[in-house]
């Protein structure tokens, strides 16, 4: 019954980059990743921390000078007892979702590892590219197309090495050639970029 809750919850969520569908793939990714890795996890709190790990970046939930992450974190009790989430596996979500991000340390828990790898992985290739023009004048990380284009050129370069699991890597060095590609391509289009 609780996955019901979470999910009309995290439905309401909407944004072209970390709504709900970007929770959707990045459970699945988890899923896969530990799978392949052959890890044990507790699936239930790979679940809840997809559906709530960015609610942070929301209005009313966000804060201004505060980090989405850490926002989310703040949210996560409060807002699972409210979904009827099982009390003893909240400490689990909140580690998760502290460490979800690129720039945070990765977490000591199989589930806070995977997690952040189906995060970041859901930064590169195609999907990221798509994200990341998706947000073009709506957030402070892509005020412009000129910015978008330098971000997916830092997330080729640097997002490949943060990745822990040799799942994780597989499919990033996959993505990374996409963005690369992509790259590639619009600068033989745009005169070097000059053109953008």
Known sequence: MWRDYILVFAEKLEHP??????????????????????????????????YIHDI?????????????????????EETLNSLKFPQEKIKQVKEVVEHHMFYSEVG??????????A??????????????????GKDDWTPNLEVAV???????????EKVMTDEAYRIGTIRKLEMDDFLSRLSLQTENLEYL
């Open 108 to 117: 000591p828990s199989s589930e806070a590892v995977v997690f952040r790898d």
């Open 56 to 76: 942070g970046a929301f209005e009313p939930y966000k804060k201004a000078e505060v980090d989405h992450a850490e926002r989310s974190v703040q949210l996560t």
């Open 150 to 160: 330098e971000l997916i050129q830092k997330f080729s370069d640097e997002l490949l």
């Open 17 to 50: 980059a970390w709504g709900f569908n970007h929770c959707n793939r990045v459970y699945k990714m988890a899923m896969d990743i530990a799978a392949v890795e052959g890890l044990v996890i507790d699936e239930e709190v790979l679940f809840a921390a997809a």
């Open 119 to 136: 995060d970041i992985l859901d930064f590169m290739g195609v999907i990221g590219i798509t994200r990341i023009l998706s947000i073009i």
